[in-house]
């Protein structure tokens, strides 16, 4: 089948048949597909497949036509594999990885008993023969076989349809195998994310877990560090509250000493006033009694 040449990824590799012969071309051709595939079997093409490039020629300056791109375009088809032919019509972009694999099988043998004229010996041999290979006609691009169905004897056409009966049988072994190993591949595939993804869990469930008791023991000391903070400001400030109640204290004692102090001085002056006062009065008495005294001499001697 064909398909837009557009849309179709890089080849891997490309062959160039020019100046084959359509035998060679086509052996060629197999042997280089199968090549390709064999070393691409274990490699992961993806869904795109793997593509390549064979180069046949338009035909445009044959005489008898594009007979090489017929027959590799019947070859495909035979093999029903998909493929595109680029533009101007000189190559085929071909995915390696569709389609079917042909062998080719015994050759029918004719079990009549045939003569064979030698001519050298001038005798006939007898025996049973292997018909030689019927010449190959140009393609027929309608039914995509390498002969025209009419030129085979009934045993080619049977040994043909046997052919492409077991190509596509083990042509849906290797798809079935391929999905196969793809699935399991995919599965290995889907278990193991899963034990990463359950690993990945674990290991941020055990980080969270880890960040979390940091983050609480943190906070404890972040709390311990603010108690013990608050603590020392309220010890400070009821120490400087304790000394200034001392100070008060103090103060109030030294304002009492100084006024008990000058209540003493006051009731000392005015106790040595009192004492002044008093020897004043005596001595004014004494004076008075001794001028008293005095006159009463004067007045006792006249």
Known sequence: MSRNEDKLPDPVESLDLHNYQRDRAIAKVTIFLSKIASSTLTTNCGHRGVWVCIVT???????????LRDAVKALLIKREMEFSLCRGGGAFMVRVDSGMELYEGPLPTDTKLTFK???????????????????????????????????????QQDAEEKALAEAR?????????RRAVTKTRDEEEFVESLNQIGNLRGRRRCSQDEDLAAALELSKNENYSRDLILKEKEDARQL?????????????????????????????????KVSENKKKVEDNEFLMILALSQNDTVMYED
């Open 117 to 155: 004229i030698d001519c050298t010996n001038h005798r006939a041999t007898h025996g049973p023969c292997r018909p030689e290979h019927l010449p190959t006609k140009p393609l027929n691009a309608q039914n995509g076989l390498a002969l025209h169905w009419s030129d085979l004897t009934p045993a």
């Open 57 to 67: 020629g338009s035909g445009s300056h044959s005489p008898n036509g594009p007979q």
């Open 169 to 177: 049988t083990r042509r849906d072994r290797t798809v079935r195998d």
């Open 240 to 272: 400087r509250e304790a000394i200034q109640i001392s100070k008060d204290d103090e103060l109030f004692h030294i304002q009492e000493e100084e006024e008990s102090l000058r209540t003493a001085m006051m009731e000392s002056m005015n106790a040595c």
